[in-house]
């Protein structure tokens, strides 16, 4: 079979001739193969250049490995989770020789700003401002030189599907966590003007996107932030505004992109998964899988949970136990997903990646 009809036996939750196998790359790893810097690449401004970096990545891995996103205009390059905060004025330091794309400077300094925000923020004119016109012509381009069967074999490129920062995950980004974390006891109804600006704006967001790429059939939604919320007001400040994103593409595939520990907050990881209609959670790796298969097997497929760091700077042989692991607590009766716990980066140890496949071929048999 193939990676991706491994991939949706274990949506369905049925068993394929082996454990699927995914990963979601970082853009070192792209840059890596390709023999380049990532802010070489971002210096560059050429679309075909960075393209190219990705379809070496999957000549070298895409036969054995499904990858989420498979060929798709990353963060790092102005596009993704960029390209909303830069709409709102937040100031975006590009990637250099050793680091991607960061926040430099956000919208506020502290909490105590969210009022006088919260009466001025509008939502921005998306095809104009910040990086959006650069992320708009790279989507644009990726959507029409992509080939053809990398489109059939690794479906998770431009076409029909959306990378998305979550309204949470977005906030974060425009206002800072902490004065978030703050807001939500000082200035409640402030903050919840802010977020429906952020959620209509995602929404706006994703709409200018199917213009260019299709109506949206799958969609990565992140929220990294979902950890941190007080259980009592997940349901108000997360689930709300997540599940009215998501409403608008019900019959899409939906996978939920969090890695951040979740131990502590797993009743309302719960009613999120339930209520945003998750159907894959790409899951943190802390918590232990085996947990994880007992809490929510029948209720998501799992995708995960190797901790990257192992695969940055473990060995082979270490790997290959990790993997065992992992496989033999989650595995049985499908709906799992053998990956890392969040995105990967090698270090440039691809001996390990190596290693995963061959885990996969020794262990993952039903």
């Not at 206002?175 to 939500?184: A, D, E, T, Y």
């Not at 007992?294 to 940055?312: Q, R, S």
């Not at 390990?352 to 039903?366: C, F, H, P, T």
Request: net charge positive; proline share 5%.
């Amino acid at each position: 079979m193939k990676p991706i009809e491994r991939f949706y036996f274990a949506i369905l939750h049925k068993e394929a001739d082996q454990v699927p196998l995914c990963f979601m790359v970082s853009p070192n790893d792209y840059c890596r193969i390709a023999s380049r810097k990532i802010y070489e690449i971002y210096n560059s401004k050429s679309p075909e250049i960075y393209l190219n970096a990705q379809l070496s990545w999957l000549k070298k891995y895409g036969r054995e490995v499904l990858h989420i996103p498979s060929v798709y205009p990353l963060l790092s390059f102005g596009a993704g989770n960029w390209a909303l905060p830069s709409a709102f004025g937040c100031e975006i330091s590009p990637p250099t020789e050793n680091r991607l794309a960061v926040i430099k400077k956000t919208l506020i300094k502290t909490p105590d700003e969210i009022p006088n925000l919260a009466k001025e923020i509008q939502i921005p004119n998306l095809r104009k401002a910040g990086n959006c016109p650069e992320a708009l012509k790279l989507l644009e381009y990726y959507n029409k030189n992509v080939p053809e069967e990398i489109k059939v074999e690794q479906p998770f490129t431009a076409e029909n599907f959306t990378y998305i920062g979550g309204v949470l995950d977005t906030a974060a980004s425009i206002l800072g966590m902490h004065n978030i974390l703050v807001g939500i006891y000082k200035y409640p109804d402030a903050l919840h003007q802010i977020l429906n600006i952020i959620k209509d704006s995602i929404i706006e967001w994703i709409r200018i996107q199917e213009e260019i790429v299709g109506k949206i059939k799958k969609i990565v939604l992140t929220n990294h932030q979902i950890a941190f919320i007080n259980p009592k007001y997940v349901k108000e400040f997360v689930i709300f505004y997540e599940q009215a994103v998501l409403k608008y593409w019900n019959g899409a595939l939906k996978i939920f992109h969090g890695e951040t520990d979740i131990r502590k907050n797993l009743g309302a990881l719960a009613e999120f998964l339930k209520h945003c209609k998750i159907d894959v959670w790409h899951m943190s790796p802390q918590l232990d899988i085996g947990v994880a298969k007992n809490l929510f097997g029948d209720k998501v497929t799992l995708w995960g949970n190797i901790d990257t760091h192992e695969i940055a700077y473990g060995t082979p042989e270490s790997i290959r136990k990790i993997c065992k692991n992992i496989i033999m607590k989650a595995a049985s009766g499908g709906g799992f997903i053998l990956g890392t716990g969040g995105g990967l980066d090698t270090n440039g140890k691809f001996e390990n990646l190596d290693a995963v496949i061959e885990a996969v071929k020794k262990y993952g048999k039903y």
